[in-house]
């Protein structure tokens, strides 16, 4: 299968710590890559490769995988943390699948 | 900086076509790839696909062929995502996004309303 899935939502108080978690086939073969967005704005890049943050991303994200599950973890969320989190990957044909999508609410 | 900047927002009627452009500057535009995201409105990241920037060949995702074209323009670092015979649920934000193993770079995204 080249779906990915996610839990719809994901709650967490404010610096306490959250993981994010997105399943699929391909994520034996392919690192995962996380995005988030904000409502009205477009995705941004927050992790990619084993464990890599782009430029401008604080390390208070990181990324993990172990086996078919890949993982966003938030240590110490922030209330600028509230968004919509994205995983992708590519399946066996190289194709960009995209998960559903996780709405993280921070109390 | 990197910037990937979209045309602006689209009213169209059913039956018509549309025209999209995203234009990169900051770098050197056929070293990436280009790709195209379509967002409904609620819904999730759907992708529909990329162009390669140097054979300027397509790739489509299933459930965007035949209505939808991806092209280029290398001579002004812009890349074009033509949909035709529109229909309501075409009704979406699309962004182009800017690919190399991950895509890196976004543009900020063209509402394309179809409404009669």
């Known amino acids: 299968s080249s779906e990915l899935t996610q839990d719809p939502a994901v709650s967490v108080a404010l610096g306490q710590t959250v993981r994010i978690t997105c399943q699929g086939d391909?994520?034996?073969?392919?690192?995962a890559r996380w995005y988030q967005q904000k409502p009205g704005q477009a995705p941004v890049l927050v992790i990619y490769?084993?464990?890599n943050r782009p430029s401008g991303i604080p390390d208070r994200f990181s990324g993990s995988s172990s086996g078919d599950t890949a993982s966003l973890t938030i240590t110490g969320a922030q209330a600028e943390d509230e968004a919509d989190y994205y995983c992708?990957?590519?399946?066996?044909?190289?194709?960009?699948?995209f998960g559903g999508g996780t709405k993280l609410t921070v109390l | 900086q990197v910037q990937l900047v979209q045309s602006g927002s689209e009213l169209k009627k059913p039956g018509a076509s549309v025209k999209v452009s995203c234009k990169a500057s900051?770098?050197?535009?056929?070293?990436?790839?280009m790709n195209w995201v379509r967002q409904a409105p609620g819904q999730g990241l759907e992708w529909m696909g990329w162009?390669?920037?140097?054979?300027?060949?397509?790739t489509y995702a299933q459930g965007f062929t035949g209505r939808f074209v991806f092209s280029l323009d290398t001579s002004v670092s812009t890349a074009y995502l033509q949909i035709s015979s529109l229909k309501a649920d075409d009704t979406a934000v699309y962004y182009c996004?800017?690919?190399?193993?991950?895509?890196?770079?976004w543009g900020q995204g063209t509402l394309v309303t179809v409404s009669s």
């Open positions: 996004a800017r690919d190399r193993d991950s895509f890196d770079y």
């Open positions: 900051g770098y050197t535009f056929t070293s990436y790839a």
């Open positions: 162009i390669n920037t140097n054979t300027e060949n397509p």
């Open positions: 391909s994520l034996r073969s392919y690192y």
């Open positions: 490769g084993k464990n």
């Open positions: 992708n990957s590519r399946d066996s044909s190289g194709n960009v699948v």
